[in-house]
């Protein structure tokens, strides 16, 4: 739900006297996904900032879960006709063997790994395909270029089950841009404050604004300080690889970023080994567990995580 306001002074030239005139309107919820072939709507963002419920309204209808081989999340970036392109890291679906993908309305979509596209050497993305009657949202893409420290920046995804929860649970956090580097292994320049669960790799990084501006997908401790720093690939990073393979980036992009569509999963992602950036390697341990029949969500316990 977003609320737009207008401010209109009209002034009186002939007397002293001003009189504003204040008009809100109020701008109804986005609506749920239907099963025909209409087209998908992009969900459109103003410049004023959201508040985080709003902000995970959009994020709820735009992350997907993905299951099978590997456990992870996505966004669904892209729609052209019947077929949705959903962005999320090349480490969740790496391994060779069937896939699930999960939508926010309980749908289910089956590929494989030899669907999947790498984004570019290098870059821990990739996209896949799926084709449905049904009708989703995209992500509406911001500019990763203009992200300063101290941003509000918001991640979500579906985190795998742990102590406390035997299955997987969507998670949408909050939180600030901390850092920006430069060459950061496989693309990972943005560090950020939002606490990410294994399981939320390829999960969107949304601004104030509801606008995807980057893939979140790792996390690292440095033991020496025992405080760990999340990182997210800007997604203009995507973008310019994307326009040079030639892979559909978005139908939806702000007039000062660029748009990707992202599709909601429900399974808690595990997350798949992680590339540590300061540390040698991780590797994930292959302890899977069947914790959904229905979904046939695998949970593998990891010492580090991509968020």
Known sequence: MKLSFWFNPIISLVSASAIVLLQVQNLTALPLPQVDNAVS???????????????????????????????????????????????????????????????????????????????????????????????????????????????????????DPDAISNQRSYRFQDGRIAARITGGRN?????????????????????????????????????????TDFYGIPINIYLKFAAENKIPSSNNIDSQKPSLSIEPQNPFLNQDHINNLLLEQTILNNNQNQINPQINDIFIDTNFSNT
């Open 41 to 159: 709507p992009a969900l459109q963002v103003n410049n004023a900032a959201l508040t985080a419920p709003e902000v995970n309204k959009i994020a709820k209808q735009i992350t997907v879960r993905i299951d099978g081989a590997n456990t992870g999340s996505g966004v669904i970036v892209n729609q052209q006709g019947n077929t949705y392109t959903v962005l999320t890291n090349m480490h969740v679906v790496e391994y060779a063997g069937n896939y699930r993908l999960q939508t926010y309305d309980g749908r289910v979509y089956a590929f494989t790994h030899k669907q999947t596209q790498t984004v570019s050497r290098g870059v821990d993305l990739a996209v896949l395909e799926f084709t449905t009657t049904a009708t989703y949202h995209t992500a509406e893409i911001g500019n990763s270029d203009q992200l300063n420290e101290g941003m509000s920046v918001y991640v979500a995804g579906w985190a």
């Open 187 to 227: 693309g990972y320049n943005l560090v950020y404050s939002n606490v990410t669960k294994p399981g939320m790799s390829g999960g969107p990084i949304l601004d104030e604004q509801g606008r995807l501006v980057g893939i979140n997908g790792q996390a690292l401790t440095d033991e020496r300080i025992e405080v």
